[in-house]
């Protein structure tokens, strides 16, 4: 049975369409592809198409794509209704919560207000702590809103943490680690269990062999 993955296109893409290389799936036209969005590989009975983070999560939930590649970023603050299968291990960075060094946010009393990109971690953070406060949504440049005053601090992904630095905000926190995610279409775990488990396998094989290449 044909089998369709959703990849999310842009900073992920390399990543995975070169773990999806090392597991042996012909996927060499993703990597000179201009402007097309949908692939046939040219090894096995699967095409693959290019989304937006968030998009991947909706093809997978209604079915149109049988897996999925997301961060788990998109993950914890979107839907839920898929199974997640596989760590790849890849794309890894955190969630932080971080502010200008001046602010000692956690203990601030009074109105609190966070800028961020992904409004439901950074709810789920605070109700962990028991701390009631006001979440503005941000599209982007989060580590601007409370240079210019908008919130008090951030809840926003770090990776290098060279845009914190250089926009002289420091981290507070760690919220939780980030990595990519195999996820799978409820319907076709079941109805295409022997295919699903074949890819799911093949790139667990080689996320264990890079895991052991880094002991
Ligand atoms: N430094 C980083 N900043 C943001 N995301 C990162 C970083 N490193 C890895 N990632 C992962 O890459 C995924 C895709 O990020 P990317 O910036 O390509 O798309 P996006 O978040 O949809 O933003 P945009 O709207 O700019 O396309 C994120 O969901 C996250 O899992
Ligand atoms: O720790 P670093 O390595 O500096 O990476 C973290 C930065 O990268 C992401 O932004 P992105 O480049 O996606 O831009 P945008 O969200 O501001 O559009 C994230 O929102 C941080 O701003």
Do not use: W
Request: proline share 2%; charged share 30%; hydrophobic share 40%.
């Amino acid at each position: 049975m044909s089998i369709s993955i959703a990849l999310t296109k842009g900073r992920l893409e390399k990543q995975t369409v070169a773990m999806l290389e090392e597991s042996g799936y012909g996927i060499e036209k993703l990597k000179d592809k201009g402007r097309a969005l949908v692939f046939p590989d040219t090894k096995k009975d699967i095409r693959y198409f290019l989304v937006k983070s968030n998009d991947c999560i909706t093809y997978v939930e209604h079915g149109v794509a049988d897996l999925g590649v997301v961060g788990k970023d998109t993950l914890l603050e979107g839907g839920k209704d898929y199974y997640e299968m596989l760590d790849l291990n890849i794309g890894k960075c955190k969630f932080i919560l971080a502010s200008l060094p001046e602010i000692d946010l956690l203990n601030k009393v009074g109105h609190i207000k966070i800028g961020t990109k992904y409004p439901n971690v950074a709810r789920a953070y605070f109700n962990q702590k028991g701390m009631d406060v006001e979440i503005i949504k941000i599209d982007g440049s989060v580590e601007l809103s409370p240079i210019l005053g908008l919130c008090d601090g951030i809840v926003d992904i770090m990776e290098t943490g060279t845009t914190l630095k250089e926009n002289g905000l420091v981290v507070l926190d760690d919220v939780c680690p980030i990595s990519v995610r195999v996820i799978v279409n409820k319907a076709s775990f079941k109805m295409k269990r022997d295919e699903v488990m074949t890819i799911i396998e093949d790139l667990e094989r080689i996320v264990k062999k890079h895991a052991e290449g880094n002991q």
